[in-house]
């Protein structure tokens, strides 16, 4: 058995993606929502102990809180501050992982055979969505990571991340990007004045990628597709976090196309009906 932890959780789509992987991997394990409050993160990590629970999902606002809980975790991990993902070693021992950043570098590379190594990116936000982010394509060997934020303070921490290909830059970084990611809240809407930049900065060549996926097309994508550029959701990012987190736990390789139909199946019966 696994579950996942948040709150709220009842939205989570992990137990749609992870119960099909479970599925077709002829694996008689089942997948939960499990919402624990604000607070008890570390308390769900020792039940996790007592129940035996193969693997853990963590989501908002339990990332950091179960750090302290944990019997390890990895580098990556401790850098960002947050845990997404515990998993048991050969020891029995719990260690906490943090695979959002990877699974969005095995996304781009099952959307587009997009390699960071040698690329420059942009990434607008500094939270910590785009913080994962920006130590991935660091690790991926990216040439430059130019960190867009509000404030400078928080731009100046995250870009740190990608140690001497990190830097603070202003929306015109954009212009020259192979890879631009908006990790910001802004966009959600659907007219063009909640664009999280200029669309003139946008170019024919690039992808420019949402870490959201609903809506599963942003005013920033629609821009992005008039500007000639390669366009992405979140979807990706969740299905490949996903399938990092069934490798740890499963020591199988994922069923990703598996976990991307029932995804799409999935985020397909929510999308509002047409009058």
Request: with cysteine; charged share 20%.
């Amino acid at each position: 058995m696994a579950a996942v932890i948040g709150s709220p959780v009842d939205h989570s789509l992990s137990p749609v993606i992870h119960n099909a992987a479970f599925e077709v991997s002829g694996l008689d394990w089942v997948y939960v929502a499990l919402p624990v409050p604000r607070g008890s993160g570390a308390r769900a990590v020792a039940a996790m102990r007592t129940l035996g629970l193969a693997g853990m999902s963590v989501t908002t606002p339990h990332k950091a809180d179960v750090i302290a809980a944990l019997d390890d975790a990895t580098d990556d991990a401790r850098r960002l501050g947050a845990v997404n993902c515990i998993a048991t070693d050969d020891a029995g021992r719990l260690i906490g992982h943090n695979t959002d950043g990877a699974g969005f570098v095995r996304g781009l590379a099952d959307d587009f055979g997009f390699d960071p190594r040698g690329a420059s990116c942009v990434v607008l936000g500094a939270g910590g969505a785009a913080r994962a982010v920006i130590l991935a394509l660091a690790r991926a060997g990216a040439a430059r990571v130019v960190v867009v934020n509000r404030t400078e303070e928080r731009a100046v921490a995250a870009s740190n991340l990608a140690d001497s290909a990190g830097s603070v830059g202003g929306p015109e970084a954009i212009g020259s990007a192979d890879l631009v990611v908006n990790a910001t809240s802004v966009g959600m809407g659907d007219g063009d004045e909640s664009l999280p930049c200029d669309a003139g900065l946008l170019r024919p060549g690039q992808i420019v990628a949402e870490l959201v996926y609903q809506p599963l097309e942003t005013a920033l994508m629609r821009a992005a597709g008039r500007a000639g550029a390669r366009t992405a959701n979140g979807t990706s990012m969740l299905v490949h976090q996903g399938a990092i987190a069934f490798e740890h736990w499963t020591g199988m390789a994922a069923p990703v196309e598996a976990m991307a139909d029932a995804l799409s199946h999935a985020l397909a019966d929510r999308s509002p009906r047409a009058p």
